[in-house]
T-cell receptor, first 114, second 111 residues
Framework: KAGVTQTPRYLIKTRGQQVTLSCSPISGHRSVSWYQQTPGQGLQFLFEYFSETQRNKGNFPGRFSGRQFSNSRSEMNVSTLELGDSALYLC?????????????FGPGTRLTVL | DAKTTQPNSMESNEEEPVHLPCNHSTISGTDYIHWYRQLPSQGPEYVIHGLTSNVNNRMASLAIAEDRKSSTLILHRATLRDAAVYYCILRDVDNFNKFYFGSGTKLNVKP
């Protein structure tokens, strides 16, 4: 079974631009979550989608948004990039997102904002 | 959301058992205890999880205190490949995938 894939793996943008990151979950998984990882803040939850609906959201500004498609693939968008948005963005999928389901993480997208 | 407390770092010798502690004194009756680890330059990977009873799998064992206010992840024989940051996480039945990772324990394994 193929794992979670994220594209692109690396990205360099400048302040003010916007960016879209993509995540393909494991086949059959319907829940996709996004996380931001920085040296200072560690791993922080962004949001979670299940069956094309956002079920949960972390404490991030509205510049961070996402969506999920009918095939469970998900995209995350960050508008008006700031230097502080430089981070590793991780996507994780699970079968149903229930608290007893394990999550499978992708390798992440490394975003650098200049 | 319930929080967890873990030591910042621990050290172990290769081939020896490692006990990684986690305190979660505010745990509720429906919180599952999950452990993940993150190897350098990789995304986190699932290790083990449990609710009330001790659990074993091919990677590790999870010992849960009777009052559930603490748990211990046990690696039976540490290898160099086990060097990683280990996260203890509580997952609320009503909060789906809203993980709070905390700062984790950085495990260093000495040859």
């Amino acid at each position: 079974k193929a794992g979670v894939t994220q594209t692109p793996r690396y990205l360099i943008k400048t302040r003010g631009q916007q960016v879209t990151l993509s995540c393909s979950p494991i086949s059959g998984h319907r829940s996709v979550s996004w996380y931001q990882q920085t040296p200072g803040q560690g791993l922080q939850f962004l949001f979670e989608y299940f069956s094309e609906t956002q079920r949960n959201k972390g404490n991030f500004p509205g510049r961070f948004s996402g969506r999920q498609f009918s095939n469970s693939r998900s995209e995350m968008n960050v508008s008006t990039l700031e230097l502080g948005d430089s981070a590793l963005y991780l996507c994780a999928s699970s079968y149903s997102g229930s608290s007893y389901n394990e999550q499978f993480f992708g390798p992440g997208t490394r975003l650098t904002v200049l | 959301d319930a929080k967890t407390t873990q030591p910042n770092s621990m050290e172990s010798n290769e081939e020896e058992p490692v006990h990684l502690p986690c305190n979660h004194s505010t745990i509720s009756g429906t919180d599952y205890i999950h452990w993940y680890r993150q190897l350098p330059s990789q995304g986190p990977e699932y290790v083990i999880h449990g609710l009330t009873s001790n659990v074993n799998n091919r990677m590790a064992s999870l010992a849960i205190a009777e009052d559930r206010k603490s748990s211990t992840l046990i690696l039976h024989r540490a290898t160099l490949r086990d060097a990683a940051v280990y996260y203890c996480i509580l997952r609320d039945v009503d909060n789906f995938n809203k993980f709070y990772f905390g700062s984790g324990t950085k495990l260093n394994v000495k040859p």
